[in-house]
């Protein structure tokens, strides 16, 4: 009985960190649109540490600044290299559903996809147990795999 009621209680004294990163290559356009999922407030805590100030996602005081904030920390850590060669994002916003933060990028027009190599340590400073989950479309076949801290980067054959 004991066991059981562990189980259900260790998710409160234990809080899980994940994040989902959800990548697809746009079949018509060529475009490849990324967007993130993360908790707000892990994220805020994380931008607190790097920027050494504070960073209100739900009530920005400044939008443009927290959106400058954003951008430079997702590109600093998800980077992305199609067919070997790296990827440029261009930021297009986020949104707040829910308890977390859905941050979205889109690149130009690239090659078809063959292989893909992604980064991803978003939230590995701030949480020893952080996982993030990717998740990859190409001409409608999904990929998905997950990074567990330290684990960083992955590669996936298309």
Known sequence: MLHILLIYLLPIFHPFYVSVTEITQDPKTKTVQVSVRVFFDDFEKALDHQYKERVNILKPADRKKVDLRIADYLKKHLQ???????????YLGY??????????????ALPAIKNIEIKNDVLFAEHESQSNMIHVTVNGKRKSTKLDNPKNSVSLVF
């Open 80 to 90: 992305i290299k199609v067919n070997q060669q790296p990827v440029v994002f261009k």
């Open 95 to 108: 949104e707040i559903e829910e308890d977390a933060a859905w941050c979205y990028f889109e690149t130009a």
